[in-house]
């Protein structure tokens, strides 16, 4: 069997260089996007909720993994339950339906890796538009330009390569 020699074996990232695009996807909402696999269908970003940022109701339609690393951040619909501290994980199946809410104190740090799209919804309950890791990575390389930042190595789908 031929091996492929143009595809890296790894794809290594420091992160902590990264730029956040501020105000992405809600107010309060940054992000470092570290993947933006199209294709695959889920991405996977950094985020940083400013005191008190809520992000509206929305539904998922993959799963979702998520770790906090600082602050704290709760689902509107399900209360203390769901109060999520670092070092938590928190796993929501395809389907689910919440309002993040993040602590009104202090700042908030989670990773999540992404499947599928969110689907949004307003107030009233009605459907007002959908994320997904296209739009993310579209959104994303926008802010950074706006701000003036670089646009650093994304991961994107495909055969797994550095967004350029």
Known sequence: MTAITDLPLALTMQTEDFPWAHGILAPGLSIQLLVADVEGGFLVARTRFAPGTIIPTHLHTGAVHGYTTKGSWFYQEYGEESMNIPGSYIYEPA???????????????????????FLNYDEAGNFVGHIDAANTLEAYVSILRDQGDAIPKVVVGGNSNYLR
């Open 95 to 117: 389907g689910s339906t919440h309002t993040l809410q993040s602590s009104d104190t202090e700042v908030t740090e989670a990773l999540f890796i992404i499947h599928g799209a």
